[in-house]
């Protein structure tokens, strides 16, 4: 059986195009997102096992990957989606947004790696994808999200360093605008024409997944295009 890849922020629309990524490559997905209906029909597809869960609790993310376990699959590899966003220059932000953006982009890709990275070591290894932004390095930006986003990379840079003895690769992939039904919603004509397709996106991930990608880890990929 193909080893299979757990995917959390599953449910979203980047999310989707990564589960058919590996679905269409023949690798089962654990999906993990928060409980609702879109993880459960999520879960229904061939080839998802969906397990609910709130991905900025440690003992939340600890009890799930527990189910993890139970699952009959084999995951080696971990695709860290989930996250949030929400604008705001120095003078809007308030103590529950810093706390919803740290726990939901921080948070979410700490607590998983914490619990992907022993089972991965004891497998023989395996490869975490975080999401940072393009924001995350350089030019104006919401101040909360892209400074949690900055925090996402160097988490990246780190555990590539920790655990590269333990053949596990970390890599980092850097989005600007990604062409969605909730970006469309705001964007003019023109950011649309250039915003990225979740499709093409999920690609990038998928390679950094698969065996082609193992001499890289530590890397911060740009994925934003002309974006």
Same mark, same amino acid.
């Given at each position: 059986?193909?080893? @299979?890849?757990?995917?959390?922020?599953?449910?979203?629309?980047?999310?989707?195009?990564?589960?058919?990524?590996?679905?269409?490559?023949?690798?089962?997905?654990?999906?993990?997102?928060?409980?609702?209906?879109?993880?459960?029909?999520?879960?229904?597809?061939?080839?998802?096992?969906?397990?609910?869960?709130?991905?900025?609790?440690?003992?939340?993310?600890?009890?799930?990957? !527990?189910?993890?376990?139970?699952?009959?699959?084999? +995951?080696?590899?971990?695709?860290?989606?989930?996250?949030?966003?929400?604008?705001?220059?120095? @003078?809007?932000?308030? !103590?529950?947004? %810093?706390?919803?953006?740290?726990?939901?982009?921080?948070?979410?890709? %700490?607590?998983?790696?914490?619990?992907?990275?022993?089972?991965? @070591?004891?497998?023989?290894?395996?490869?975490?994808?975080?999401?940072?932004?393009?924001?995350?390095?350089?030019?104006?930006?919401?101040?909360?999200?892209?400074?949690?986003?900055?925090?996402?990379?160097?988490?990246?840079?780190?555990?590539? !360093? !920790?655990?590269?003895?333990?053949?596990?690769?970390?890599?980092?992939?850097?989005?600007?605008?990604? &062409?969605?039904?909730?970006?469309?919603?705001?964007?003019? &004509?023109?950011?649309?024409?250039?915003?990225?397709?979740?499709? +093409?996106?999920?690609?990038?991930?998928?390679?950094?997944?698969?065996?082609?990608?193992?001499?890289?880890?530590?890397? +911060?990929?740009?994925?934003?295009?002309?974006?």
């Amino acid at each position: 059986m193909p080893a @299979a890849v757990i995917v959390t922020g599953a449910a979203g629309a980047l999310g989707h195009a990564v589960v058919s990524e590996f679905l269409a490559a023949g690798r089962p997905v654990v999906a993990l997102d928060r409980p609702g209906e879109r993880i459960d029909a999520l879960g229904a597809q061939d080839g998802v096992h969906a397990v609910a869960v709130d991905l900025s609790s440690r003992a939340a993310v600890r009890t799930a990957f !527990e189910a993890v376990d139970a699952l009959p699959v084999t +995951a080696t590899a971990l695709v860290g989606l989930a996250g949030g966003f929400t604008p705001g220059a120095l @003078a809007d932000i308030d !103590e529950h947004t %810093l706390d919803g953006l740290w726990r939901s982009n921080f948070g979410s890709a %700490l607590w998983t790696a914490q619990a992907a990275a022993p089972r991965f @070591a004891a497998q023989g290894g395996g490869a975490i994808v975080t999401v940072g932004s393009k924001t995350a390095v350089g030019g104006p930006a919401p101040l909360a999200h892209a400074t949690s986003k900055a925090a996402v990379v160097r988490l990246t840079q780190l555990l590539a !360093e !920790e655990l590269r003895g333990q053949r596990i690769r970390v890599n980092a992939v850097l989005p600007s605008v990604i &062409d969605t039904p909730a970006n469309r919603a705001w964007m003019s &004509d023109g950011l649309a024409a250039r915003a990225v397709a979740p499709a +093409a996106i999920a690609k990038v991930i998928a390679f950094l997944c698969s065996p082609d990608a193992a001499p890289i880890s530590g890397a +911060a990929i740009p994925v934003y295009g002309d974006a």
